[in-house]
């Protein structure tokens, strides 16, 4: 059985999958509510699985699975979210996602993508599975973020939710100065001149929700 850190802004739902994991013989070795706090716990108990939502208050999930190849390479994160949007998946995906389930699935669907990652196999759920592939159809819009690396969609997600870079510096282990340069380049390549421009950006290309800046 795996070793599982729960990540979720709601203790009910963290109270919900533990009983539901620990009564399947899964130990949980901890939770958080925020990325910096799930990070640091995540670096020193090295989990199997992580089981993360994507919207965490006013910050998001994607600095946590861009940071887990340096903070615990042998961990593998499954995303637990209500958002079904194809940006989403796509890019968490990206960033190393070994599983995608929407919140609303059954147990039995959380179970089976835990045991699907932990053999090394990828586990998207039936429904999310076909938008990816909707998404991924020759008419399909091309993605907006695709013009950006994962350090830059990175930062670009902390910058939206008011965090210096100073701030976002200390928690990605960057300079300030390398934050600032990162976000010029961001900014150039999506044709935005302020931080202003960049929220409302993120916010059309569903890189952020509006319920989180």
Known sequence: MSRIYLVDDHALVRDGM?????????????????????????????????????????????????ELPRRAPGARAIVLTMSP????????????????????????????????VTHGRRHLA?????????????????????????????????????????AIGEALHLSPKTVDTYRSRLMAKIGVGDVTGLVRWALRVGLVKDDTV
């Open 126 to 166: 039936h429904d999310v599975a076909d938008i990816a592939l909707r998404a991924a159809a020759p008419d399909a819009a091309p993605d907006p973020l695709a013009m950006l690396s994962s350090r830059e969609r990175q930062i670009a997600i902390l910058v939206v939710n008011g965090q210096s870079s100073a």
């Open 85 to 116: 949007q194809p940006q989403h998946i796509s890019e968490a995906l990206r960033l190393g996602a070994a599983g995608y389930v929407l919140k609303g699935s059954s147990a039995r669907e959380v179970l089976d993508a835990i045991q699907n």
């Open 18 to 66: 533990r009983a539901v994991l620990e009564a399947s013989g899964h130990e949980v070795v901890g939770e958080a509510d925020q990325p910096a706090a799930a990070l640091s716990d995540i670096q020193r108990l090295q989990p199997d699985v992580i089981l993360l939502d994507l919207h965490l208050g006013g910050e998001s999930g994607m600095a946590v699975l861009g």
